[in-house]
């Protein structure tokens, strides 16, 4: 019989709950029992979770005596932050929070700053050696389109934008001044599902073909046994000291690996294909905390996947507010 495991999940009205509770739910270590919390009672992922709450935001300042309120009154071994804003904070706060006996699997703060500020990370990229896209310091260096602008911060493909002409570009740039402006690059991308050990060695690294994108999130995607990525992937989070689950974008252009960033969190689209291909990361996190040293992940190569819109209904059930 398998040992039951209470895992803590938050914001779970973000993409990823729905991916991570069917992750967990697969697990053949583990019976996972899921609580899940949220600002909204619309969240989907309440739903899908065997236990609930409303809570309140992550910028509230009481939000962490929330959080071991939950975890003291449950019993909760295991706590997984799923929404970009609130990574920095729980692993700000992950000694005080483990002193209440609950683990996590969390980066450390000076990588989760790194690639967050995406000035920052295209500063360590090319003090690494890493190939990005080429970066323009003002509009009137341009002479080329289309170019590519996107946010210092940000998550979801929000405010990025493909620019093809010289006034689009002023528009833009003035809309949303202090973006990043790059050259655009027409070749294809893949996402990485990662996971780097205490050690910063690669656990899981899993790339897929972006074949289709919609909101910045794989619609139709699929998996490459690429040893040059997973390469350049490990080279990158060794240096970077990462620990705990990620999420890289690059091209592959003329063989070419051209970082477009790496995001310290789960990622919202396409983890169910790196789930299918036998690597549950969601797991792995929980099982790597407690101890075990799975080694690297193997994947199922050349496997496809067709994402879709499903449902779930409420008929008047009513959430503890915490």
Avoid: W
């Amino acid at each position: 019989m398998k040992k039951i495991m209470r895992v803590l999940i938050t914001s779970a009205g973000v993409a990823t709950a729905g991916n991570v509770i069917s992750a967990l739910r697969k697990s053949s270590a583990y019976n996972y029992e899921i609580h899940a919390i949220d600002m909204s009672q619309y969240a989907a992922g309440l739903y899908l979770a065997d236990h609930s709450y409303i809570a309140p935001s992550s910028n509230d300042p009481g939000y962490i005596n929330k959080i071991e309120e939950i975890i003291s009154k449950h019993g909760i071994n295991f706590l997984i932050p799923l929404h970009s804003s609130e990574i920095e904070l729980f692993s700000k706060s992950k000694e005080r929070i483990e002193k209440t006996n609950v683990r996590m699997n969390i980066p450390p703060v000076k990588a989760i700053q790194t690639c967050n500020d995406k000035l920052q990370f295209i500063q360590f990229m090319r003090e690494n050696k890493f190939l990005i896209p080429v970066q323009f310091n003002n509009p009137s260096e341009i002479n080329k389109y289309p170019v590519f602008i996107k946010p210092v911060s940000g998550s979801s493909s929000s405010n990025s934008f493909k620019i093809c002409n010289k006034e689009d570009l002023e528009y833009y740039s003035k809309k949303y001044p202090g973006s990043i402006m790059q050259e655009f690059i027409d070749a294809p991308e893949y996402t990485i599902d990662g996971l780097a050990g205490m050690d910063s060695e690669l656990i899981a690294c899993v790339p897929r073909l972006r074949i289709k994108v919609k909101d910045g999130k794989t619609v139709v995607g699929k998996t490459e046994n690429n040893g040059s990525i997973i390469n350049e992937i490990r080279h990158a989070i060794k240096i970077l000291k990462y620990t705990g689950p990620f999420n890289a974008q690059i091209f592959l252009k003329d063989q070419n690996i051209i970082f477009i960033e790496i995001n310290p969190r789960l990622a919202a689209g396409g983890l169910p294909l790196s789930t299918e291909s036998g690597v549950n990361i969601p797991d792995l996190m929980v099982r790597i905390s407690f101890g075990e040293n799975p080694g690297f992940q193997e994947f199922e190569d050349n496997l496809v996947m067709i994402r879709y819109l499903t449902e779930t209904f409420s008929r008047g059930i009513e959430f503890e507010r915490i």
